[in-house]
């Protein structure tokens, strides 16, 4: 059995061991650690086992008959460098985003209820925070976290679910993998780290997300039932 990982949110954000963690093919994608955009990487496994490709470009006989094609090379260049950099910062870097990170949760958790993790206290990526907020709706939290307040028009950019599914209003089929109910996968929203972001910029966000959360409760009936010690697992809802 060849085994084949995604690493595009954490290649250069965490350390991989290839050996140790018996990946024989891994794929990642520069843009993710500031390289250009449209350039990307593939790990095959040469011994034990050998991996084997087969071409899906051909014609010019390229790269030993696997592409057919000239090579971006800018691209290509960019990317080493990127890579040569995160190797470099990865573990100062790391801690900094990662204290944003926990930043933005201890602040929303001291000031909101019913906030729930998705995900691994703590083997994470340190550039993901992924909470779900009962009793409101993603899409709803989203447009509501820029709307304009005291902060102007500061912009935070946010997603209901993964770069992959955000075109979607499905609940997250990951999240629902992780146990998470339908009601609270909805619920939730995706706020991601990089190296440009600070601490100002995270204090503007928790103040926005709990404000949000306060305004759309307050126009939540679920929240006013469960205020009031109703089991909403037990109401029967009827359709109209």
């Known amino acids: 059995m060849i085994f084949h990982t995604d690493c595009c949110q954490t290649f250069g ?5 290839v050996n140790a963690m018996g990946i024989d093919l891994l794929s990642m994608s520069g843009h993710k650690i500031y390289a250009p955009k449209g350039i990307g990487a593939l790990y095959v496994r040469r011994k034990k086992p050998r991996v084997r490709c087969e071409a899906i470009i051909h014609g010019g006989g390229h790269e030993r008959g696997m592409r057919s094609g000239t ?16 190797g470099a910062e990865m573990e100062t870097e790391g801690k900094r985003i990662a204290g944003m990170r926990d930043r933005l ?9 019913d906030v729930y993790l998705n995900g691994h206290p703590t083997q994470r990526t340190p ?12 899409e ?21 679910g993964s770069a992959c599914t955000s075109a979607s209003l499905e609940p997250s089929y990951v999240l629902k993998a992780l146990g998470v109910g339908d009601e609270l996968a909805h619920s939730s929203i995706r706020f991601s780290f990089g190296r440009f972001n600070t601490d100002e910029e995270v204090d503007i966000v928790a103040d926005r997300v709990v404000s949000t959360v ?27």
């Open 13 to 17: 954000k965490v350390p991989i061991d």
């Open 71 to 86: 090579l971006a090379v800018p691209s290509i260049v960019g990317l080493g460098k990127a890579a040569e950099l995160c």
């Open 105 to 113: 949760h201890q602040r929303i958790n001291a000031q909101l209820e």
């Open 127 to 138: 550039t993901n925070l992924n909470l779900s907020f009962a009793y409101v709706e993603g």
């Open 140 to 160: 709803s939290l989203m447009m509501g976290f820029n709307r304009k307040d005291k902060y102007g028009d500061a912009i935070i950019a946010v997603s209901s």
């Open 214 to 240: 306060n305004h759309l409760r307050r126009m939540s009936p679920l929240y006013e039932m469960a205020q009031e010690g109703i089991d909403l697992s037990t109401v029967e809802w009827a359709h109209h």
